[in-house]
């Protein structure tokens, strides 16, 4: 992944510039989207040859998986929108709703295994045991641990809640996949049918991490307190210029990430000469722009 970005995003490394995220974004949207579809394609192929419906049945769950890579592509690519007319703070904010409905994504999933998984309990079904399957679940689960894992990494670089919904919608299914799995290896070597006890684990694990994804993504869109360091770090900035003697009534507003607009009062000394103090208030907006 590493080799990707830096094939494919000019001044990777620039992660607050917006154009440099947006690349970001829409590389890992499509390898996640190009991973997916070619696990539909091999799990579909190999399902048909072997008759197989749990096979089959698994090659649409990642068919739909690709519908997630494809609302991260659509949120961050609207979310690099400039600001217009309408908009004049921009677009950013797409991104969160994109990550939200990711995230509503992941809880269908977690209620659609519980379900399955309580049905399998009160009414239990013979696992069968094909090695082949087994060979396909585990490069599955190897594909979709390294899409959870360049999400998480990557959403951590840029500050992206979208990837790192993304990044927990792979990790879910690299839970249920895992347990599957382990409860058809448990079946052949132990003669224990345990899978809708796994799976009913597994889906409170998914729901538990989609209603994270959601109350995390909810906070930006309401409108949460500013990190205590961002504001502190402001305000010294702002103390610092000769010229200040204090402020106070710092308000800071996020439109998304990499777009944030602050207001401050600053006082000065009431001798000071309006003209100076209009230069060095200019001056200061425009450093603490480009520096923060």
Not at 10 to 15: F, G, P, S, T
Not at 143 to 157: D, E, F, Y
Not at 176 to 192: N, R
Request: charged share 20%.
């Amino acid at each position: 992944m590493n080799f990707l970005v830096k094939l494919f995003i000019r001044n990777y490394e620039n992660v607050d510039d917006i154009k440099v995220r947006t690349s970001y974004g829409l590389l890992t949207s499509i390898v996640g989207v190009v991973c997916n579809v070619f696990l539909f394609a091999l799990k579909f192929i190999i399902g048909m040859i072997l008759n197989s419906i749990s096979v089959t049945a698994d090659a649409f769950n990642n068919l739909s998986d690709a519908s997630s890579s494809i609302i991260s592509f659509i949120g961050v690519k609207m979310a690099s929108k400039p600001a217009d007319e309408d908009h004049p703070f921009g677009h950013g904010r797409m991104e969160y709703i994109s990550a939200l409905i990711v995230a509503f994504l992941v809880v269908q999933v977690g209620l659609s295994l519980f379900k399955n998984s309580f049905s399998k309990i009160t009414s239990p079904e013979e696992l069968s045991f094909n090695m082949v399957s087994i060979i396909i679940l585990v490069l599955s689960i190897g594909v979709k641990l390294w899409l959870a894992l360049i999400n998480r990494k990557l959403g951590k670089r840029i500050q992206s809640k979208v990837m790192k919904a993304t990044s927990a919608d792979a990790f879910g299914d690299v839970i249920t996949t895992s347990a599957t799995v382990v409860s058809i290896l448990i079946s052949k070597f132990f003669d224990l049918n345990i899978d809708g006890y796994m799976g009913l684990i597994v889906s409170i694990l998914v729901i538990v991490s989609g209603i994270n994804i959601v109350k995390d993504t909810l906070k930006p869109l309401i409108g949460e307190a500013p990190d205590p360091d961002f504001s502190k770090a402001i305000i010294e900035k702002v103390e610092s210029y000769e010229g200040i003697v204090g402020s106070h009534d710092l308000i800071v507003h996020n439109y998304g990430p990499s777009r944030t607009m602050a207001s401050i009062h600053a006082e000065v000394p009431n001798t000071a000469s309006m003209e100076e103090t209009h230069e060095l208030i200019d001056r200061i907006e425009r450093e603490i722009s480009h520096q923060m």
